[in-house]
């Protein structure tokens, strides 16, 4: 069975990794994301190209939308999903959808840690995405797909786009390598969950086997995290070991910022049990090693690093 990946970025190439190094047929497809039509064109394409030997299988972690993204372009984005939605000649078999746990949970009712049980609360525009694009995902279910919902933790890791404001382990490797400043929107005391790519991708895929052979229509949603939270500040005085230095931090509180974001799951724990989570300092150290080794390539994309011509 095929299985088409939509995404390329730090959790779509870690996802491929997985199903590369276990010799699946998998599948890519550039996007031109800027375009609605073209992108919708793009995609139905791929979607052709993957079913032409049979059923099929789709992994969607596309998203350059973060918390700071502005409501229009978080909008484009969600058209161009649920378009893609409403043109399937050929619904997938299976599909996995990356969608955030921080953009789900930021204003739910309950008390934390949340689960899978928790009531959704999004609150900001990020967030009533994520959820409307859920939605959207498990509609497909009406025509048999199986579907499962991954709610992220904080993901890190080598490969994070930093040209986006997004990833406080990876803008504290960097501050480290560049010596600038690091902004910190959220309180020393708020609490977060920090799961590694590579933790994360193979939770992805043996996700998306185990909801292949559920019956047809199933839906399940997942927290995908490291079962561990930790403070921002932990976070900073972890980094502050590693390379003996404490960065430089400039705090601007966010009004909107939540303090207390535990998440804990009790879909499919088993999976969990069976990932050999890495620990948090050596997940810091390749991260960082990684932008080291962009850097002196020149092919690292952030506003203060100059490039190599």
Excluded at 227 to 235: D, F, I, K
Excluded at 286 to 297: V, Y
Aim: proline share 5%.
């Amino acid at each position: 069975m095929s299985t088409l990946v939509v995404g390329r970025g730090l959790l779509g190439r870690a996802v491929l990794a997985v199903l590369g190094s276990r010799g699946d047929d998998v599948q890519t497809v550039d996007v031109p994301w800027g375009a609605h039509r073209a992108s919708l064109d793009a995609l139905q394409r791929a979607v052709d190209r993957a079913a032409a030997t049979g059923p099929w299988r789709l992994v969607w972690t596309a998203g350059s939308g973060v918390i700071a993204t502005g409501e229009a372009d978080l909008r484009a984005e969600a058209a161009i999903f649920e378009g893609f939605l409403g043109r399937l000649s050929v619904p997938p078999d299976a599909m996995f959808l990356a969608s955030s746990a921080g953009g789900t949970y930021a204003g739910s009712a309950d008390a934390p840690p949340f689960t899978e049980q928790s009531s959704v609360g999004p609150a900001s525009p990020y967030g009533r995405t994520k959820l409307a694009m859920e939605a959207a995902a498990t509609g497909l279910a009406r025509d048999g797909t199986r579907v499962l919902i991954g709610r992220i933790a904080n993901l890190y890791g080598p490969g994070q786009n930093l040209a986006k404001p997004q990833g406080l382990v990876s803008q504290l490797c960097l501050s480290h390598m560049t010596r600038q400043p690091v902004t910190i929107y959220a309180a020393m005391d708020s609490l977060r969950d920090y799961v590694f790519v590579s933790d994360a991708a193979w939770t992805a895929v043996s996700g998306l086997d185990r909801i292949s052979s559920a019956a047809p229509g199933a839906v399940v949603v997942k927290i995908v995290a490291s079962g561990v939270s930790r403070s921002v500040g932990s976070v900073i005085g972890e980094s502050t070991r590693a390379f003996r230095r404490r960065p430089n931090l400039v705090i601007r509180r966010a009004a909107d910022q939540v303090m207390d974001l535990r998440l804990r799951s009790v879909t499919w724990p088993d999976l969990d049990r069976q990932v050999d989570h890495l620990p948090f300092g050596v997940g810091l150290r390749r991260t960082s090693d990684d932008i080291g080794r962009q850097m002196r390539a020149g092919t690292l994309r952030h506003p203060t690093v100059r490039r190599r011509a």
